[in-house]
T-cell receptor, first 114, second 110 residues
Framework: DGGITQSPKYLFRKEGQNVTLSCEQNLNHDAMYWYRQDPGQGLRLIYYSQIVNDFQKGDIAEGYSVSREKKESFPLTVTSAQKNPTAFYLC?????????????FGPGTRLTVL | KQEVTQIPAALSVPEGENLVLNCSFT??????LQWFRQDPGKGLTSLLLIQSSQREQTSGRLNASLDKSSGRSTLYIAASQPGDSATYLC?????????FGGGTRVLVKP
């Protein structure tokens, strides 16, 4: 069964903590993406990666970090520098390297700051 | 900077009526346009992808058109059903990324 998995489904963070959200895909896609969705708003791009060991900042990268050590995995760390991290986080992947391929999304992780 | 707008933000129709959802974008230099469905608390499900060279794409009761020169796309859903209730998002691909509209929340009443 090909697809994208994200874990955990729900995550709670205390002030000052770093947390890491997992994203794995078995679609053999080159490109992977992280988006943030806030209530009543569209998705905003945090980071994207077109190839292993390379990634680029999106529109709202401040307070986040990523790594791409394997083609299948693209974890996102929400650092304590992110002042308003409560949101729904979505991971996606696509075959195309320039963003032209169809994007497929995971089920999301809801992060709440306590 | 690419901007994508979806109007209306919310729509309510009786079951059986055809749905017409609009999407507009400011920069016509795009690779493709993608329509998604999102159920509450869930990820996005890809519905249709229209390449920049295409004028329309069809899948079952869904039909999406693309007019790149005017920066518009329309998603038609024929004979709506209560199960079509969801938020529909459009996104345009350009410059290594997708830019999303804010979505249209659809309610189909039985």
């Amino acid at each position: 069964d090909g697809g994208i998995t994200q874990s955990p489904k729900y995550l709670f963070r205390k002030e000052g903590q770093n947390v890491t959200l997992s994203c794995e895909q078995n679609l053999n896609h080159d490109a992977m993406y992280w988006y943030r969705q806030d209530p009543g708003q569209g998705l905003r791009l945090i980071y994207y990666s077109q190839i292993v060991n390379d990634f680029q900042k999106g529109d709202i990268a401040e307070g986040y970090s990523v790594s791409r050590e394997k083609k299948e995995s693209f974890p996102l760390t929400v650092t304590s520098a992110q002042k308003n991290p409560t949101a729904f986080y979505l991971c996606a992947s696509s075959r195309g390297l320039r963003g032209e391929g169809e994007q497929f999304f995971g089920p999301g992780t809801r992060l709440t700051v306590l | 900077k690419q901007e994508v707008t979806q109007i209306p933000a919310a729509l309510s129709v009786p079951e059986g009526e055809n749905l017409v959802l609009n999407c507009s974008f400011t920069d016509s230099a795009i690779y493709n346009l993608q329509w998604f469905r999102q159920d509450p608390g869930k990820g996005l499900t890809s519905l249709l992808l229209i390449q920049s060279s295409q004028r329309e794409q069809t899948s079952g009761r869904l039909n999406a058109s693309l007019d790149k020169s005017s920066g518009r796309s329309t998603l038609y859903i024929a004979a709506s059903q209560p199960g079509d209730s969801a938020t529909y998002l459009c996104a345009v691909a350009a410059g290594n990324k997708l830019t999303f509209g804010g979505g249209t929340r659809v309610l189909v009443k039985p």
